[in-house]
């Protein structure tokens, strides 16, 4: 796949997990720093926790990625029709299934109530994900 899909546009992933709290949101992070606008990424939950785990934006920020100001919500029928890859995170069946849409499962631990020597392996397994999706998708990571 070039830098483009099919009409023209960006590569856009969706970015799942159960609380849009952790795993997800560092997903995100990872991707909108390494892609730098040459691909579009989005993150949700199934169950929108109150706040991003601060724990994982600690272990972001050790990275130099701000995580900060992101909240969890909700994904949205809209969001995921868009998408053209969707990532799940230990979701399962509250995941939604469009047909046609590429799907990965990541299976990585839920950083929920870990301390930050906890967070750190899954942070960076996340990074070595993401920056493979990238080269999948033929977008040239920023490093």
Same mark, same amino acid.
């Given at each position: 796949?070039?830098?483009?899909? &099919?009409? %023209? $546009?960006? @590569?856009?992933? *969706?970015?799942?997990? !159960?609380?849009? +709290?952790?795993?997800?949101?560092?997903?995100?992070?990872?991707?909108?720093?390494?892609?730098?606008?040459?691909?579009?990424?989005? &993150?949700? %939950? $199934?169950? @929108?926790?109150? *706040?991003?785990?601060? !724990?994982?934006? +600690?272990?972001?920020?050790?990275?130099?990625?701000?995580?900060?100001?992101?909240?969890?919500?909700?994904?949205?029928?809209?969001?995921?029709?868009?998408?053209?890859?969707?990532?799940?995170?230990?979701?399962?069946?509250?995941?939604?299934?469009?047909?046609?849409?590429?799907?990965?499962?990541?299976?990585?631990?839920?950083?929920?109530?870990?301390?930050?020597?906890?967070?750190?392996?899954?942070?960076?397994?996340?990074?070595?994900?993401?920056?493979?999706?990238?080269?999948?998708?033929?977008?040239?990571?920023?490093?």
């Amino acid at each position: 796949m070039s830098h483009t899909a &099919s009409d %023209g $546009s960006l @590569p856009h992933v *969706m970015f799942l997990c !159960v609380h849009n +709290a952790g795993r997800s949101q560092m997903a995100l992070g990872f991707f909108e720093h390494y892609a730098a606008g040459r691909a579009i990424a989005t &993150s949700g %939950g $199934s169950e @929108p926790a109150a *706040m991003v785990n601060p !724990v994982a934006v +600690a272990a972001m920020a050790e990275k130099g990625i701000d995580i900060s100001k992101e909240f969890p919500k909700p994904w949205t029928a809209v969001g995921l029709q868009a998408a053209d890859v969707i990532i799940t995170m230990g979701c399962g069946d509250e995941c939604p299934y469009y047909p046609g849409k590429r799907y990965e499962d990541w299976p990585l631990d839920d950083p929920a109530g870990q301390g930050i020597d906890a967070v750190r392996p899954i942070r960076d397994n996340i990074e070595q994900r993401v920056l493979g999706l990238l080269a999948e998708l033929d977008v040239p990571a920023t490093v």
